[in-house]
């Protein structure tokens, strides 16, 4: 499920009159029946919710007082989120003649037309407090304090992240909360400037508008209703911004090794974080340990448990990333179909981790993977891969697939090749061997619409080189780097940084040339390694004939080390 919660107003929204009607209340407990939480959010104090809302205990936490106060039905406990009125403002409020006067455990609360003597006994007195009106009501709270930031404490003691949540309100005091939310309703009887902030409206008024919203949370999930102010960009066509729904989205992002594709995979993962997504990332060659905002498990030393995974997700706040350079390759996709179940698990209870990324797919969703699990992929939204080999992917996965980005080098054989294993019919291409430039990426939407050129959202920050996997770890055979020499003598496997600068002093300076001539070496640390960088440094040396065989060496080794060893 996206919604697993269901916030709303009382005065006004829930109830008519002080009062929640009896079909009202059997909407509420059909949702409870569903799986969902239900969160009060109110302006009035706990003892009044009480009196007037017996029922309250329907609720799993009740936001009183506009956001200052968090209350626990099932323990009776109040949760005070800021400092208690001040008996010096209640004293001079009174005696400037407010004689309509409710003090909470945090809130003071009276009615127009006493808004300017209190703002007046505010400044006069050098309070740092603000008013939040509510109709006719005006609302005395620290400054800060809203319902917006009571919300979110109410969250997290759930377990929840407002990505999860559908909100429904009526009146000024509500802006805050249904901003909050990842979907707002206003109901029908809303305040007109209520209506113009939400992303949808109901047809029925207060407590009939908000049942007429559960109607469609049990039926569909909301899945009509994805409100555009979510949508997360990842390029542009035509100086026009390209989105996607950060629910209902499945991207493949394929392409030959220096393409592109992490690039494009740390901008997207940027702008989700940013906007507090939660995501759980499964790098299995620790390309991603540098990513700031997330927590890293698992290193070149240490592979990474499903326990680890899950108690870093526990919190809506953190992402992860699951580091398996540690993990044998044959180990991984076991560990993979294991730790993915717990994953649906927590999405099916919390809704969250909301992106599930997995790079090196390929290795991870093998052709045999349906075999090695139990698990139906049914419900892999919000799934982002990425890979150089489309065709080595199960054939199950594709399904959950629905935008595809192809990267780098004859973008025409990828979209070939994904199509052969998703079983779809590629788009044709106007050009063969069409070969995209840095920082560009051909976007299809599956079987939707034609192909388009995009340029690819930057990201602000790199992929960190990883010095420990670079120049001590192990690298496949199949990207380390082989001295061979030109008549193919030998066949010395550099499988890291540190063994092939060992191994460029001992070669003889014809081997060494050779490669060099053929520019090799910079083809390696671009392709393989990763760092540009370093391959632009080896480029200048492929260059320049007038250095010597020593010359060369000394220059790319010398690199290395700054880059790499040196640090490590």
Not at 346 to 353: D, H, S, Y
Not at 379 to 403: G, K
Not at 513 to 525: A, E, G, I, Q, V
């Amino acid at each position: 499920m996206r919604y697993i919660a269901l916030a709303t107003d009382y005065d006004g929204t829930l109830a008519a009159n002080g009062l929640v009607a009896r079909e009202v209340l059997k909407s509420l407990e059909r949702l409870r029946s569903s799986g969902r939480k239900l969160i009060l959010v109110t302006g009035r104090e706990i003892r009044h919710v009480k009196e007037v809302f017996p029922e309250y205990e329907l609720f799993d936490s009740v936001v009183a007082e506009n956001g200052a106060v968090v209350f626990n039905p099932r323990t009776e406990e109040a949760q005070l989120l800021c400092e208690a009125p001040s008996q010096k403002l209640i004293d001079e409020l009174v005696a400037r003649g407010v004689d309509t006067l409710s003090v909470g455990q945090a809130i003071v609360a009276t009615w127009t037309p006493h808004e300017q003597t209190v703002l007046s006994t505010i400044r006069d007195l050098g309070l740092e407090l603000e008013i939040i009106f509510n109709k006719g009501a005006v609302m005395i709270l620290p400054t800060g304090v809203n319902k917006g930031t009571g919300l979110k404490v109410a969250l997290s003691g759930l377990g929840l992240s407002p990505h999860n949540v559908v909100g429904l309100g009526d009146a000024e005091n509500d802006h805050a909360f249904l901003q909050t939310c990842e979907c707002s309703f206003a109901v029908s009887n809303a305040l007109p400037a209520v209506k113009e902030r939400t992303d949808g409206l109901t047809q029925a008024a207060r407590g009939h508008g908000v049942a007429e919203v559960i109607d469609r949370l049990v039926a569909n999930d909301l899945i009509d209703h994805s409100p555009a102010r979510h949508l997360i960009s990842i390029g542009t066509h035509e100086d026009k911004p390209v989105v996607i729904d950060p629910y209902d989205t499945g991207i493949l992002i394929c392409g030959i090794s220096g393409g592109g594709k992490s690039k494009a995979t740390l901008a997207i993962l940027e702008r989700l974080s940013k906007v507090g997504y939660q995501f759980c990332l499964i790098d299995p060659e620790g390309d991603y340990e540098g990513f700031s905002n997330a927590i890293v498990t698992g290193d070149s030393g240490r592979a990474p448990t499903i326990d680890e995974v899950l108690a870093i997700l526990a919190s809506p706040d953190r992402s992860a990333i699951v580091n398996l350079l540690d993990m044998r390759l044959e180990d991984r996709p076991d560990f993979f179909t294991q730790l993915l179940p717990r994953i649906q698990e927590m999405r099916t209870q919390f809704g969250r981790p909301h992106w599930l990324v997995i790079d090196e797919a390929h290795h991870l969703f093998p052709q045999e993977w349906q075999k090695m699990t139990r698990l139906v992929p049914e419900d892999l939204r919000a799934l982002l891969m990425i890979t150089v080999h489309p065709e080595r992917i199960a054939a199950e996965i594709f399904p959950s697939v629905n935008v595809l980005i192809a990267v780098g080098e004859q973008v025409d054989v990828t979209l070939k090749a994904f199509g052969r294993q998703a079983g779809v019919r590629p788009p044709v291409l106007d050009l063969e061997n069409l070969s995209l430039a840095k920082g560009e990426g051909l976007l299809w939407h599956v079987d939707k619409s034609a192909p388009k050129l995009i340029a690819l959202d930057r990201a602000e920050t790199d992929k960190v080189r990883h010095r420990r996997k670079y120049a001590e770890g192990r690298l496949p055979d199949d990207r380390s780097f082989y001295f061979t020499g030109a008549d193919k003598k030998m066949n010395l496997r550099a499988h890291n940084l540190t063994l092939f600068a060992q191994m460029a002093e001992g070669v003889d300076d014809d081997t060494w040339m050779y490669h060099l001539r053929n520019k090799h070496y910079s083809k390696w640390f671009a392709e393989m390694i990763k760092d540009e960088d370093l391959a632009g440094e080896a480029v200048k040396v492929e260059q320049d004939s007038g250095l010597s065989p020593d010359e060369s060496r000394r220059i790319i080794c010398t690199a290395i080390l700054d880059r790499y060893t040196a640090a490590a």
